[in-house]
């Protein structure tokens, strides 16, 4: 799976999951609907669509695209699965950060949005490329655990659970990776 891009630049540390998506928009049960109230506090004046901050990224034009690059700490806080799915519904397939809250990463990979952790200097680099460049391309090769500034061709690796990224690429959630591997089971049964 490869995730080809450009960026939108979040250069703030310590982003807490109400911040991503506040505690007054938790009451749905579906995941869809949440991408229009990411960063709502952030992104417009007294709550009203009608009046978004300019000077709030989400609200620039210059940046778009399918990865959310963050500062460190990303995803603090509490342990809101409904700060993935805001991103996820607002067209995010992955964030880049030197840093997530354990429990924000685990929930990203459990909804298809690809957490990749890169050191301090590689998201500073990146930070500073889009800001030169709002057009320049992140290239994500989840199966060679890569990213690439393909402005600079500097590359770096990232980690991901095994069993996470099986289940990534093939679009499973945890009952069809059990539901792939029946014939295994089944045959472990009968040897037990």
Same mark, same amino acid.
């Given at each position: 799976?490869?995730?080809?891009?450009?960026?939108?630049?979040?250069?703030?540390?310590?982003?807490?999951?109400?911040?991503?998506?506040?505690?007054?928009?938790?009451? #749905?049960?579906?995941?869809?609907?949440?991408?229009?109230?990411?960063?709502?506090?952030?992104?417009?004046?007294?709550?009203?669509?009608?009046?978004?901050?300019?000077? &709030?990224?989400?609200?620039?034009?210059?940046?778009?695209?399918?990865?959310?690059?963050?500062?460190?700490?990303?995803?603090?806080?509490?342990?809101?699965?409904?700060?993935?799915?805001?991103?996820?519904?607002?067209?995010?397939?992955?964030?880049?950060?030197?840093? &997530?809250?354990?429990?924000?990463?685990?929930?990203?990979?459990?909804?298809?949005?690809?957490?990749?952790?890169?050191?301090?200097?590689?998201?500073?680099?990146?930070?500073?490329?889009?800001?030169?460049?709002?057009?320049?391309?992140? #290239?994500?090769?989840?199966?060679?655990?890569?990213?690439?500034?393909?402005?600079?061709?500097?590359? #770096?690796?990232?980690?991901?659970?095994?069993?996470?990224?099986?289940? &990534?690429?093939?679009?499973?959630?945890?009952?069809?990776?059990?539901?792939?591997?029946?014939?295994?089971?089944?045959?472990?049964?009968?040897?037990?």
């Amino acid at each position: 799976m490869n995730i080809n891009s450009t960026a939108v630049p979040l250069e703030d540390e310590n982003v807490d999951t109400d911040q991503i998506i506040p505690a007054r928009f938790l009451k #749905a049960t579906s995941r869809d609907g949440f991408g229009k109230n990411l960063f709502r506090d952030w992104r417009y004046n007294n709550d009203d669509e009608a009046q978004p901050k300019a000077d &709030f990224v989400l609200n620039n034009p210059a940046f778009s695209g399918k990865i959310l690059v963050a500062g460190k700490n990303f995803g603090c806080g509490s342990s809101r699965e409904h700060a993935a799915w805001a991103l996820k519904d607002y067209g995010f397939d992955a964030v880049v950060s030197s840093f &997530f809250a354990d429990i924000f990463k685990n929930n990203a990979l459990n909804n298809f949005l690809l957490p990749v952790q890169v050191s301090d200097e590689f998201l500073q680099q990146l930070f500073e490329t889009i800001r030169q460049n709002p057009a320049a391309e992140i #290239a994500i090769d989840l199966e060679k655990q890569s990213i690439t500034n393909a402005a600079t061709g500097e590359k #770096a690796f990232f980690d991901i659970n095994l069993y996470k990224k099986t289940c &990534f690429i093939n679009g499973y959630d945890d009952i069809d990776y059990l539901l792939s591997i029946r014939s295994d089971i089944e045959a472990f049964e009968l040897t037990h």
